[in-house]
């Protein structure tokens, strides 16, 4: 069965800071990578999506993520954070037929 | 466009008590899915409707779960009896189809409270 794996419960950056999540999965073939965001009181907004092609993938908000194939891992980056960006981030990955499968989540919070 | 509507946003029971949540898809939209978020952790498919079929329900709990989207629009996810461990946040989303690309728009989702 597929596994996602965020590393990382909490983590706390400065405003204007560079910042990386962590994400490794566990998957067969090729999958498909999804990296999602929830504020407080909200449904998920999805940031960004991987399905095959240019590794490097360019999201909203000034998001942008990595494939490795070689790492199991789809980390996201975002090279200066903004307090908005203050939420929980879930990595996930598509199963067959659209299911996903999600990650615990890391919690961003961002310090003036 | 509207986005995916649930209601209530909140709801407070006792355990062994019955509560209903409702759900709106996205005009269009085929495929209907509920998620189970417990604090701490990832949303968790419990159900997951093609037009008014159901493709998966692996993981629903169907002793006391139950799930329908009549006329493949509108779905209610129902819990009876509730335990304490059904505290959660319950979300819904749709997608256009089934094919593993597609995105998922997710409604605000609802917070039970299981007392």
């Known amino acids: 069965a597929q596994s996602v794996t965020q590393p990382d419960i909490h983590i706390t950056v400065s405003e204007g800071a560079s910042l990386e999540l962590r994400c490794n999965y566990s998957y067969g073939a090729t999958p498909y990578l999804f990296w999602y965001v929830q504020s407080p009181g909200q449904g998920l907004q999805l940031l960004l999506k991987?399905?095959?092609?240019?590794?490097l993938v360019q999201g909203i908000k000034g998001f942008e993520a990595e494939f490795k194939r070689s790492q199991s891992s789809f980390n996201l980056r975002k090279p200066s954070v903004h307090w908005s960006d203050a939420a929980e981030y879930f990595c996930?990955?598509?199963?067959?037929?659209?299911?996903?499968?999600f990650g615990a989540g890391t919690i961003l919070r961002v310090k003036s | 466009e509207a986005g995916v509507a649930q209601s209530p946003r909140y709801k407070i029971i006792e355990k062994r008590q019955s509560v209903a949540f409702w759900c709106n898809p996205i005009?269009?939209?085929?495929?209907l899915y509920w998620y189970q978020q417990i604090l701490g952790q990832g949303p968790k498919l419990l159900i997951q409707?093609?037009?008014?079929?159901?493709?998966?329900d692996s993981q629903l709990p169907k002793d006391r779960f139950s799930a329908e989207r009549l006329k493949g629009v509108d779905s209610t996810l129902k819990i009876q009896p509730a335990k304490l461990e059904d505290s959660a946040v319950y979300l819904c989303?749709?997608?256009?189809?089934?094919?593993?690309?597609?995105?998922?728009?997710f409604g605000p989702g609802t917070r039970l409270t299981v007392l």
């Open positions: 409707f093609q037009n008014n079929g159901v493709v998966d």
């Open positions: 989303a749709s997608s256009l189809v089934t094919s593993g690309r597609d995105e998922q728009f």
């Open positions: 005009s269009g939209h085929a495929t």
């Open positions: 991987y399905f095959s092609g240019d590794t």
């Open positions: 996930a990955v598509s199963e067959y037929g659209n299911k996903l499968v």
